[in-house]
Nanobody, 118 residues
C-alpha cells in the first residue's frame, strides 16, 4: 500500500509565500511523475505542476514564474514553493504520483487547504 501525505497548507496574505510538501511511503520501487493539482470550490480539479523522475517540469500557465516544483528522489518527496500568491490560488491542493510498486499505479493524497486572503 502506498500513501501520499501533504503538508504546508494554510492561510496567507496576497503576495505571500507557502511551501507544500508531499511524502510518499509504502512499498515503492520507484516514482515516475509526481506533482500537484488543485481544486477550488465549484471548479474542476486542475494541474498545477508536475515533475518527472529526471527533473523535467510542466506548469500551468497561471503559476509559471511564481511556483517552483522540485523533488527529492531519495526521500520520495515532492515540494511546491509558491510565491506571490493571489486570492485565485485559493484551493485544496492534492499531491498525485505515478508509482511503480511494481506495476504502475496512480495515487492521490487527501489534500491540503491553501487560502490566500487579507
Amino acid at each position: 500500500q502506498v500513501q501520499l501525505v501533504e503538508s504546508g497548507g494554510g492561510l496567507v496574505q496576497p503576495g505571500g509565500s507557502l511551501r507544500l510538501s508531499c511524502a510518499a511511503s509504502g512499498s515503492i520501487f520507484s516514482i515516475n511523475v509526481i506533482g500537484w493539482y488543485r481544486q477550488a470550490p465549484g471548479k474542476q480539479r486542475e494541474l498545477v505542476a508536475v515533475i518527472s523522475r529526471g527533473g523535467s517540469t510542466n506548469y500551468a500557465g497561471c503559476v509559471k514564474g511564481r511556483f517552483t516544483i522540485s523533488r527529492d528522489n531519495a526521500k520520495n518527496t515532492v515540494y511546491l514553493q509558491m510565491n506571490s500568491l493571489k486570492p485565485e490560488d485559493t484551493a485544496v491542493y492534492y499531491c498525485n504520483a505515478e508509482v511503480i510498486v511494481p506495476g504502475i499505479y496512480d495515487y492521490w493524497g487527501a489534500g491540503t487547504q491553501v487560502t490566500v486572503s487579507s
